[in-house]
């Protein structure tokens, strides 16, 4: 089992900066990827960005290409997701995902093993 324990969320005006990171414990072999959700009220759940672990290559959803960063700690098991230039679209509530075997795939919902119970990021206009 894997713990993900998401931090940094908060209220921001457009334009502005968040960082989010995602914790995970409770295994001692690393997911193969961790990934970045968010869903808006009446929304489905949306793919943000995703990390593999081992070779840090990326992945990015298209609206937030060019403004957000994922990365990883290999040492702190941690991820994190830096936003610039957030706008209002990109209000919603953000969780971290892990999965544990490889895929080409990544932005799915249903590839996960593992999910926070996520952090509210609003953008104000």
């Known amino acids: 089992q894997v713990l993900l324990v998401e931090s940094g969320g908060g209220m921001v005006q457009a334009g502005g900066s968040l960082r989010l990171s995602c914790a995970a414990s409770?295994?001692?072999?690393?997911?193969?990827?961790m990934a970045w959700f968010r869903q808006a009220p009446g929304k489905e759940r949306e793919f943000v960005a995703a990390?593999?672990?081992?070779?840090?290559?990326?992945n990015y959803g298209d609206p937030v290409k060019g403004r957000f960063t994922i990365s990883r700690d290999n040492v702190k098991n941690t991820v994190t997701l830096q936003m610039n230039n957030l706008r209002p679209e990109d209000t919603a509530v953000y969780y971290c995902?892990?999965?544990?075997?490889?895929?080409?795939?990544?932005?799915?919902?249903?590839?996960?093993?593992?999910w926070g119970q996520g952090t509210q990021v609003t953008v104000s206009s």
């Open positions: 995902a892990a999965r544990n075997s490889p895929t080409i795939r990544v932005a799915s919902t249903t590839l996960y093993d593992y």
């Open positions: 409770g295994r001692t072999v690393s997911p193969s990827i």
């Open positions: 990390i593999r672990w081992t070779y840090g290559s990326t």
